[in-house]
């Protein structure tokens, strides 16, 4: 008994809670596609199987991450998958590694070696589905572990996407789909999710498709893991992603992805961004708690939808500065720009080496500038809006974007900036700007974004 409870106030003392995260930064790597671990650099020949890459491989390249400022990486599925589950998400079997991605060894010494370096990290899981490797009349089931009866599946039908009970109850795609109402189903998978994070020392979860499952078993799965939980609700409604929130502590920010899309893709009306804000701040109880992402593993990249690099770093500034946690997809910092999957699932290990290349340097500085100004803890403000350019600060911290190529400058007035103190743009340091009487004069040329860092060092009063 007496361990018990010790176990039990370990755990509460190690696992990571929702405003913790909130100060973090994460790194989104596919386990497959980031390093091979005997180092091995030549192509993979087939990007929808496996191509190499592991855990010991991920555990022998973590600086070329953490000095872009990253102190948290989210991981593939860890969890044994059926043939070809390069990606992870295909169970065969809940209580074993992939062995592909290395031994459990490997693993443990990549948390390991996260932990060391003040690192935490992210573990994707899956509870919706197994692989897809049981046929659709359920008659082959045993050849997942531990849900191995058809009577712990749904029978099969195709989703329709208008219903959400369909959702719920049919498979996605030719996945089992596994019901969650049978008890032994239910409950396999508290104790398996309270079992991988201890076991592991996992910090948080991303969660895999959430709207495939009923929320009051997500409430259940979040209260057994004991850690930070962000679904994927792979939806562009405000109000659909926020009945998330509270059931689990937040969501990855897919409307913000939408409304990113249309401002620096499209070249919408920046004033869209007031709207969005509005909405979305009234309907979820802490925009920090979420996770914003430009791009990820199931949709084309950014640079392949729309090919100007000025547009790009708009995008990855704002998502790392608007509210919620910033998540970067590996391969953004080296300008990738892959189409559908599996071509947005390139390999990273011919850039290992490129760490100084126009992206990684510009990551780099962002969310360096998201770290030292803890954007987290100020309240987000628009300053100025137009249909081509916006401005908000979180703090002293400010922040200009526009979605044009035409030269632009505004004036911007923030009372806390005295008249004469100089805010110099982080991406060039010879770039600055003394606050005038008539506001902060922002120039910004051929699309470009500037990210402000006050410079002067006495404070206002010795003005
Ligand atoms: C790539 O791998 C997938 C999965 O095993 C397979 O279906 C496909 O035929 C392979 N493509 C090539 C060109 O070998
Ligand atoms: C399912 O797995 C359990 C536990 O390993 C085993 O006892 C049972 O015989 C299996 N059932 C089937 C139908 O394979
Ligand atoms: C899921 O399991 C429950 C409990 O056994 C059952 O009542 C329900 O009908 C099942 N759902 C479907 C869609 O089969
Ligand atoms: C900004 O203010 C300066 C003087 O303080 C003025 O010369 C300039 O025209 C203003 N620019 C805009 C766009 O209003």
């Known amino acids: 008994?007496?361990?018990?409870?010790?176990?039990?106030?370990?755990?509460?003392?190690?696992?990571?809670?929702?405003?913790?995260?909130?100060?973090?930064?994460?790194?989104?790597v596919l386990t497959d596609r980031m390093a091979r671990p005997d180092g091995d650099t030549s192509g993979c020949p087939n990007l929808s199987n496996y191509c190499g890459g592991g855990w010991a491989g991920i555990t022998n390249n973590l600086g070329y991450i953490q000095n872009m400022g990253f102190d948290a990486i989210w991981v593939s599925p860890v969890v044994t998958n059926t043939p070809n589950g390069y990606h992870g998400y295909w169970a065969q079997n809940f209580f074993t590694l992939n062995s592909n991605f290395g031994s459990e060894q490997d693993f443990i010494n990549l948390v390991s070696a996260l932990h060391a370096r003040g690192m935490w990290i992210m573990l994707d899981v899956v509870?919706?589905?197994?692989?897809?490797?049981?046929?659709?009349?359920?008659?082959?089931?045993?050849v997942i572990s531990p849900f191995n009866q058809s009577s712990y599946y749904h029978p099969f039908c195709n989703i329709d996407w208008n219903n959400q009970y369909s959702i719920e109850n049919c498979w996605l795609a030719s996945l089992p789909d596994l019901n969650q109402t049978v008890p032994y189903v239910g409950n396999t998978l508290l104790s398996w999710i309270s079992w991988i994070v201890t076991t592991y020392n996992i910090d948080g979860l991303r969660i895999d498709t959430c709207m495939e499952v009923p929320t009051w078993f997500w409430s259940q799965f979040a209260k057994a893991s004991g850690v930070y939980t962000v679904c994927e609700v792979d939806n562009p409604s405000i109000s659909t992603n926020a009945g998330y929130q509270g059931i689990v502590d937040g969501t990855l920010n897919y409307p913000l992805y939408y409304l990113i899309?249309?401002?620096?893709?499209?070249?919408?009306?920046?004033?869209?961004?007031?709207?969005?804000?509005?909405?979305?701040?009234?309907?979820?109880?802490?925009?920090?708690?979420?996770?914003?992402?430009?791009?990820?593993?199931d949709n084309p990249r950014f640079l392949y939808q729309y090919n100007m690099i000025n547009r790009f770093q708009n995008a990855i500034a704002w998502s790392m500065t608007w509210p919620g946690i910033g998540i970067l997809y590996y391969g953004d910092e080296q300008a990738y720009a892959g189409g559908n999957d599996p071509y947005n699932r390139e390999i990273l290990w011919p850039n290992l080496g490129n760490t100084g290349s126009q992206m990684y340097t510009f990551v780099?500085?962002?969310?360096?500038?998201?770290?030292?100004?803890?954007?987290?803890?100020?309240?987000?403000?628009?300053?100025?809006?137009?249909?081509?350019?916006?401005?908000?600060?979180?703090?002293l911290a400010m922040m200009a974007f526009s979605n044009t190529n035409n030269n632009l400058q505004y004036n911007v007035t923030y009372h806390p900036y005295q008249v004469g103190q100089v805010l110099c743009n982080i991406f060039y340091s010879t770039d600055c700007v003394t606050v005038l009487s008539t506001g902060v004069p922002v120039y910004l040329n051929g699309g470009e974004t500037k990210l402000y860092q006050l410079q002067s060092k006495e404070t206002p009063s010795e003005i």
């Open 1 to 28: 008994m007496k361990a018990l409870i010790l176990l039990c106030l370990l755990g509460l003392a190690l696992s990571h809670t929702a405003s913790e995260w909130a100060s973090r930064t994460i790194y989104q």
């Open 364 to 395: 780099t500085k962002v969310v360096q500038y998201r770290k030292a100004n803890q954007v987290w803890n100020y309240p987000w403000v628009e300053r100025y809006a137009d249909d081509n350019f916006y401005c908000y600060t979180r703090g």
């Open 261 to 297: 899309r249309d401002l620096f893709q499209q070249g919408q009306s920046m004033y869209n961004a007031r709207s969005f804000m509005q909405q979305a701040s009234s309907a979820f109880s802490n925009l920090n708690y979420l996770g914003n992402f430009v791009d990820n593993h």
């Open 127 to 142: 509870a919706n589905h197994a692989g897809p490797t049981v046929d659709t009349n359920l008659d082959n089931t045993n």
